[in-house]
DNA sequence: CTGAAAGCGCTTACAG
DNA sequence: CTGAAAGCGCTTACAG
């Protein structure tokens, strides 16, 4: 079977190619009649336009490149599920590239992948949605990009992030309500504004409810796993022992929910524990994890459809949007005795 | 700042642009002063080729697809990066396409996405490497692709695996050591190959220490964490009840854990918990799981170089390698008493 | 060793 | 409403 092309589609229903072209994408200017022509022909002939001449003849791609630095499996391939579902539904592809905010001349990356792979756009999710640097190079290339779980106030950039200081609020005033108020922090890597937000949330709480804020009870991660085991064993090893941590991510909690386990510690009698997230780690181990959930596929998929829509036809005003997060309670979270 | 094409090149250089199109492709038949010169403006320029016009004169797309429907998030994200790792490597990109074995019409699903997006390859992880029929399609189709963890015996596909029986064997063989003889094992998807390959190491141990095989304690799973929770249930409800469970993977396994510790069962000394794989998970929880490490990321790795090169170059015969897997043991397993 | 011509499969800009 | 021409940035096939 030989190739189907434009050309054969255009001698097949006898009209010029530029025709084709017109029912292709939908312009006007063509009869109903000869359109009907041709979409019949497109069936018969089972055409699928070739991306790639399409591509270099409009200067474009149709690819999307999703960045990501993140230490969380599950968020990474949540993002990449909302992504895809917006690009598929424009006929768009996914380009993936982790690469790191902190590696060596990163701009100087994000440019070779630019100019190599011809991106038509990009998602830039944790930690990349927060570098102002990057942002401002892309802009000054005149790339198109959209932001995930982003704190950067701007009115020129498309972003949907979710309310990760309203989240962190409503899970302290959990463990507030509960009896606790010696409850610990665990915070995330300081390169993600979520770090901030999630520890302003924690704090705007103990305000509200006049427990005041001790910092021997504040500790620095970074999101990992491991970074959560070293914050667990400070915070274990404190006399007095709180009686509740809150990890800024689920990674983190479940590394204090193991050490705790380990130390004998009774979860959630002797320590109520809890995260932020909703990863599936949380409803694997036990006791659950009481989190925070956030709707990362839909952040990626709103962010993504209106990067595209941005780039098929540049709009004066921008989409930004704060989606809800909501908590979860588990068995990890109990009364204070 | 305008674009850098080969015809910038070619005029700053003072050659056509059929001999940068040489030296671009590392060709024969340019005399080192010529090729010395037109690199030298490579740089100047800072030319970048660009791949979709490459694309459409040579047919070719520099894209490689990756299938996968795998409930594992860490087992994609690793196939990802070892993917990632090769195309790279050889300026190729890759197109991530999850989708579902069982969903209706998957040959045509592919054939759309080979058509739309024009792939130059796919790389096949379970259950799709074991599809036979989407193997056939392929072959008939004339598309390359490569073959990850397939239990598939065929002389002309590329393949890269790793030894799941022999893993399960030993695995078996250290409970068996610590002197079980009572091991439950839950299946994993019947669609996988290392489903009937892991039961088989597990049974090929249990004969060799003449320890006969209890049906009643062989369970159906399907690799999820929830078909490891149903498993689990059934498992500790058998009386007598075993001494040690091994899982599939490592998702059940942490599915057995849960439920184990939510009855008060203490693991290891009341019962023993493997799995296989190596997940995050399994590191992540207490006590951290015996299992067996797959090298899933070098295997892809491996997958997709040789796909490249077929690609590029046809070879008579097709790379096929076994990888090791290897045993880890943690704080899941001890002796019985 | 080097290059002029034609072509990959589309679209843009223009003319009718 | 329709189409002939030129072009996107490369490569292939051929001639010298």
């Not at 665990?186 to 302003?200: C, L, M, Q, V, Y």
Request: aromatic share 6%.
């Amino acid at each position: 079977m030989k190739k189907v092309t434009i050309n054969s589609v255009a001698q097949y229903a006898g009209v010029s190619k530029k025709t084709v072209s017109r029912v292709l994408n939908n312009e006007p200017n063509v009869s109903p009649a000869t359109r009907e022509k041709v979409l019949k022909v497109f069936k018969e002939l089972d055409y699928r336009p070739n991306p790639i001449a399409r591509g270099l003849a409009r200067n474009k791609s149709f690819i999307i490149g999703c960045l990501y630095d993140n230490p969380s499996k599950s968020y990474i391939t949540r993002v990449q599920s909302g992504a895809l579902e917006a690009c598929h539904k424009h006929n768009y592809n996914l380009l993936i590239h982790p690469c790191e905010l902190r590696g060596e001349a990163l701009i100087d990356n994000i440019d070779q992948l630019l100019t190599t792979s011809r991106l038509d756009g990009l998602v830039l999710t944790p930690p990349f949605s927060d570098s102002r640097e990057l942002i401002e190079f892309l802009k000054q290339k005149n790339i198109n990009y959209a932001l995930v779980a982003s704190a950067i106030q701007d009115d020129d950039s498309i972003s949907v992030c979710s309310n990760d200081e309203q989240g962190a609020f409503e899970l302290t005033e959990h463990l507030i309500a509960l009896g606790h108020t010696d409850i610990a922090f665990i915070k995330g890597h300081p390169d993600h504004s979520a770090t901030e937000n999630r520890f302003n949330g924690y704090k705007r709480a103990l305000e509200q409810h006049q427990i005041p804020l001790q910092e021997r009870l504040v500790a620095e991660g970074n999101f990992s796993y491991h970074s959560g085991a070293d914050s667990a064993k400070a915070i274990l090893d404190l006399t007095p022992r709180p009686s509740a941590v809150f990890a800024s991510n689920d990674y983190m909690a479940a590394a204090v929910l193991k050490l705790a386990t380990q130390r004998q510690l009774r979860v959630p009698e002797d320590l109520s524990i809890a995260g932020f997230d909703n990863a599936p780690i949380a409803r694997h181990i036990w006791p659950g994890l009481t989190t925070i959930a956030q709707p990362v596929e839909e952040m990626t998929r709103q962010a993504v459809e209106q990067l595209i829509l941005q780039i098929s036809e540049p709009q004066d005003t921008v989409y930004q949007c704060v989606l809800e997060a909501r908590l979860i309670t588990r068995e990890s979270t109990a009364a204070n005795h």
